[in-house]
């Protein structure tokens, strides 16, 4: 049996990455390794965890030793990181964490695949490390040849972890690729996050914050893509080569947030234009033609679909995401956005 072990599949896209797989792929086990930071959430994992196919390790990648230990017990056949301090805006208020976590936690995880026999190794990154584009020139998309030219703490640590998978590949021959997809939305996504901060901040009548004049263009795609194309460049991707993923769905944010009211019933004079995010990206916009054109791969989900059953998602689980609104997170609520 084949056995591949996600790192951060406790967090949004690494949960319904484990489920994707033990979905479809009946002869692979999950190994799942996850420190539960605030965005790890045990209760995305239940069902996971009732399945002889799962098995989840507390841990966090930077520790060596620890990670080492898991290696040598599961012997997994391929690593997929997911693991990462990924939220923009609080890598501008604790940056630290996020070189930590993002850059020397994947360079654990690399290190390990190499003591253990060069173990196939996928690195999740984003498409944010291309930096941003102007809004006035939709011509312009980024490609897998455009110059890294990361904008946040957040992007320049997910741009520094590419560098060092690709030198990892080209000195030590580490069996990696990278994928860089842009903006994902979908089920188990933590309301700290655009989509379900507005959802869950509608559902309770409260202000909808909307950054600058929300005209900055984002290009969503639907989580279950995302994991689909993983699946195809761990499968069938050229070791040393960066993957692009996305589905050709520019949105400018204010138009999401009206959309969100209007399928929640909800009036737009809850959306408040607050402080714009510092060093804030402007447009992103993903050119897939590499992954579709050497892989095959084409996204499923219509935003129209996706939005639906995303916004549906939670309104049928309340319980996952008030248990996270009601907790630590409103703290933070408050530092981020009181008297912005
Ligand atoms: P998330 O914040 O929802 O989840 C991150 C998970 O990593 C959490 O479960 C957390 O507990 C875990 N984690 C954090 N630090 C850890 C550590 N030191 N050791 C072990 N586990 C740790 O993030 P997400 O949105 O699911 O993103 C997953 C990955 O995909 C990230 O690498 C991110 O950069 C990348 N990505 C995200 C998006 C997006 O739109 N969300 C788009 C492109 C790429
Ligand atoms: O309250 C808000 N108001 C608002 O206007 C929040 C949280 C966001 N925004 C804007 C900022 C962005 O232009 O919405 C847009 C999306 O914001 P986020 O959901 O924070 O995502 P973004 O900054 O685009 O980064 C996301 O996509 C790339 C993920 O968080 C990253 O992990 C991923 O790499």
């Given at each position: 049996m084949n056995t591949i072990l996600v790192t951060g599949g406790a967090g949004f896209i690494g949960a319904n990455f484990v489920y994707y797989m033990l979905e479809n792929h009946p002869d692979t086990r999950v190994i799942c390794v996850d420190?539960?930071?605030?965005?790890?959430?045990?209760s995305t994992l239940a069902k996971a965890m009732a399945d002889p196919r799962f098995t989840f390790y507390k841990q966090d990648i930077r520790d060596r030793a620890g990670i080492n230990a898991i290696f040598d017990r599961e012997k997994p056949d391929a690593v997929v990181n997911f693991a990462a301090e990924s939220h923009v805006d609080r890598s501008i208020e604790e940056p630290e964490l996020f070189v930590q976590t993002n850059v020397l936690g994947a360079q654990v995880m690399m290190d390990a695949c190499l003591a253990h026999g060069n173990i196939r190794f996928h690195q999740v990154s984003t498409d944010e490390v291309y930096g941003d584009l102007p809004l006035?020139?939709?011509?312009l998309l980024f490609t897998e040849d455009t110059p890294l030219h990361a904008s946040s703490p957040y992007s320049a640590s997910k741009a520094s972890a590419d560098l060092l998978t690709m030198a990892y590949y080209r000195t030590y021959g580490l069996a990696a690729t990278i994928s860089r997809c842009s903006n994902n939305y979908g089920?188990?996504?933590?309301?700290?996050?655009l989509i379900p901060l507005m959802i869950a901040n509608a559902l309770a009548d409260k202000p909808l914050p909307v950054y600058g004049q929300g005209l900055n263009v984002r290009d969503w795609l639907y989580v279950e893509d995302h994991c689909k194309a993983i699946d195809l460049v761990l499968q069938k991707g050229q070791i040393g080569r960066v993957y692009n993923i996305g589905g050709h769905n520019e949105m400018r944010n204010i138009d999401i947030v009206k959309l969100i009211c209007a399928q929640l019933g909800k009036p737009e004079s809850l959306i408040t234009y607050v402080t714009d995010r510092k060093g804030h990206d402007l447009r992103y916009a993903i050119d897939p033609a590499r992954i579709h054109a050497e892989l095959g791969w084409l996204p499923e989900t219509a935003f129209a679909d996706g939005i639906r059953k995303t916004v549906q998602w939670y309104l049928d689980n309340r319980p996952w995401w008030e248990q996270i609104v009601s907790g630590e997170y409103r703290n933070y609520y408050e530092r981020m956005y009181a008297n912005r």
């Open positions: 420190c539960l930071t605030y965005a790890g959430n045990m006035d020139r939709p011509d089920p188990y996504q933590f309301p700290e996050k």
